[in-house]
């Protein structure tokens, strides 16, 4: 019994877990009474209310002593394995099988995948896919007479029977579509699995196990399709959100408000914010200053991220505060954001589930100030702390980073996890030419309502392509825009054209053409070395420079019409459009290469 508490208060120790003195003189007062030779005796003996310390003592101790006594291989003869053993957390209750067959395959394929998987979910594979089996397990159990007792008589249409029956689950409510594929993905590896390890040769678990009871790749359904990236946060919400840090700070702590604030401004997994060491920072040659993490999720060590001088700042300042905390403990050995509980030397880092748990009560208490960029109630469901990663990506898809260097920034093993944000950003540059689209006028100032449609479909095209673009606006002219801009019949004389469309986001362009053609005419007038007819050749006209400020005062009074929340929308969407434009071909039509020439 003295042994056993000693090796548990060992354990706890080492675990730098804190012990209360009141309750384990309570508990040896407790074991002298009953007289108990173990302290496995005292989970037998109900325990009064009041002691409820000295109960959680017991059982901490218990499990102590149990993992002090155990080891991997120990723990893969039982029924229920406790992860700690194997340096992961929670427990695989392998008793869900009903089938002692079924059940040893799940233990040597748990025992396989387990070291693969590194981090904060290293387990998770491994649960899920006994969850997963326990599907086949009871459509066996209730669908053979033998209950799936009898190995080689299983075969092809129980693997049927088990499709079907999560077919069925599916169209009754009781999974998802999704669930059914990944139950029927995982228990088809698993088969696979199993006799890739050697388990279906004589004198192994499932020796005599048919071929033909195995999951084919037509017996999986399709997986549903996965929604677009969108889950970065609206502008409004993120401002929302930085506005109220304070109370975040408030709240949860100096060091969780600096989490979030580090996860904003660089993009990384929460788990990598969380884990950053104090000596996070350096600079390059030329003195800007770089992020020093660790990509956990591909298992990159010193990757370096590129980061603003506020970013640095705050990393700098925090990194202050953190080292008066804990002044004795060596640099090298500090975390950045060390935890509170449990750590005497400042060298655990705060866990990401209570980072996590702090942010959702923070966001839960600003639930009604959240609202999206149509000025609509945003669910606060969706702020989560990995959404401050795909609104960091958004941004540097929306402001036109290349998709090579935002797979490096974001640590992304395909290309196609990257080109995902900048099919989100065709899609709000779509959104916001369908809103500008709304306040468009012709070369008149007249305001175009038929075929708003069609114009919206060339602008999109025009976007995708860039050769359609014509000064300040853009064209329907069919003969000109099949040619891609160069076939103007009217020598580009856009203001005057019947073909010609323009609207706010285009305002600046008209405006500064206003101040050429207005500039050009007062050259051409005080020109003293030009005949009269060369002046009114070339000099712009009035009519076109009374038209161009028509044009322009037209758009300018729809807007002054809006509401200001109106205009700050109409406004935000013009900011979409000319970031877009910028990446495409604008200006004025040129004339193309001619055929031979070199």
Not at 143 to 162: A, C, N, T, Y
Not at 208 to 221: A, K, M, T
Not at 313 to 332: G, S
Not at 342 to 367: L, Q, W
Request: glycine share 6%; charged share 25%.
């Amino acid at each position: 019994m003295i042994t056993e508490i000693l090796a548990g208060l060992q354990w706890r120790t080492d675990d730098h877990t804190k012990t209360s003195m009141l309750a384990l003189r309570a508990l040896v007062r407790h074991a002298r009474q009953l007289h108990v030779a173990s302290i496995f005796d005292l989970l037998d003996h109900p325990i009064c209310s009041e002691s409820r310390h000295m109960a959680a003592l017991i059982r901490a101790l218990t499990l102590a002593v149990q993992r002090s006594l155990t080891s991997p291989e120990r723990e893969q003869q039982r029924d229920r394995w406790d992860l700690a053993i194997f340096g992961g957390k929670g427990q695989i209750n392998f008793k869900i099988l009903s089938q002692p067959w079924l059940r040893e395959a799940a233990k040597h394929w748990v025992s396989e995948d387990l070291p693969l998987h590194r981090g904060r979910q290293a387990t998770a594979t491994s649960k899920e896919t006994v969850r997963a089996i326990r599907y086949l397990s009871w459509s066996l159990q209730h669908g053979r007479p033998d209950h799936g007792l009898v190995l080689d008589e299983l075969g092809r249409s129980d693997i049927i029977r088990f499709t079907n029956r999560l077919a069925y689950l599916e169209r009754t409510g009781q999974i998802t579509t999704k669930k059914r594929y990944v139950i029927s993905t995982r228990v088809r590896r698993f088969l696979d699995d199993v006799r890739a390890f050697g388990l279906t040769r004589p004198a192994r678990p499932l020796a005599g196990l048919p071929d033909d009871f195995r999951l084919r790749h037509s017996d999986v359904p399709r997986p549903p399709e996965n929604p677009a990236p969108g889950r970065d946060l609206p502008i409004p919400v993120q401002r929302t959100i930085n506005a109220h840090l304070a109370d975040l700070e408030a709240r949860a702590g100096l060091d969780v408000r600096r989490i979030v604030e580090v996860l904003i401004d660089t993009g990384r997994r929460p788990e990598e914010a969380c884990q950053l060491p104090w000596d996070c920072l350096d600079s390059t040659a030329d003195g800007h200053h770089v992020l020093i993490y660790t990509d956990s999720k591909n298992n990159r060590p010193n990757r370096r991220l590129p980061i603003s001088i506020e970013t640095a700042d705050l990393i700098r300042e925090h990194r202050e505060n953190v080292h008066q905390r804990f002044p004795k403990t060596p640099l090298d050995q500090l975390s950045l954001f060390p935890r509170n509980q449990m750590n005497p030397y400042g060298t655990f880092h705060i866990g990401v589930p209570h980072m996590s748990k702090a942010h959702r009560e923070f966001i839960d208490s600003i639930a009604e100030q959240l609202v999206d960029d149509a000025g609509q109630p945003f669910p606060a469901a969706v702020a989560v702390p990995y959404s401050y990663r795909h609104s960091y990506a958004q941004r540097h898809a929306d402001n036109g980073t290349p998709p090579d260097v935002l797979r490096d920034l974001m640590g992304h093993v395909s290309m196609e996890t990257t080109m995902g944000y900048y099919r989100v950003t065709e899609k709000r540059v779509r959104q916001a030419v369908n809103q500008v689209a709304q306040h468009q006028f012709d070369s008149q100032g007249r305001r175009v309502f038929a075929g708003i449609a069609g114009l919206v479909a060339e602008e999109h095209a025009r976007l995708r392509v860039g050769q359609i673009a014509v000064p300040f606006g853009v064209c329907t002219e069919p003969s000109n825009v099949k040619a891609g801009g160069h076939a103007c019949p009217y020598k580009y004389s856009c203001i005057g054209c019947g073909h010609f469309r323009s609207d706010a986001s285009y305002l600046p362009e008209l405006k500064s053409y206003l101040q050429q053609l207005l500039a050009d005419r007062e050259r051409i007038l005080a020109a003293t070395d030009v005949q009269e007819w060369v002046r009114a050749k070339t000099a712009p006209s009035y009519e076109e420079i009374d038209q161009l400020r028509g044009l322009i005062r037209r758009v300018e009074d729809d807007l002054g019409q809006l509401s200001p929340a109106d205009q700050q929308r109409i406004q935000e969407a013009i900011d979409v459009i000319r970031s877009a434009r910028q990446k495409i071909t604008l200006g004025m039509p040129t004339i193309g290469p001619q055929e031979g020439r070199s």
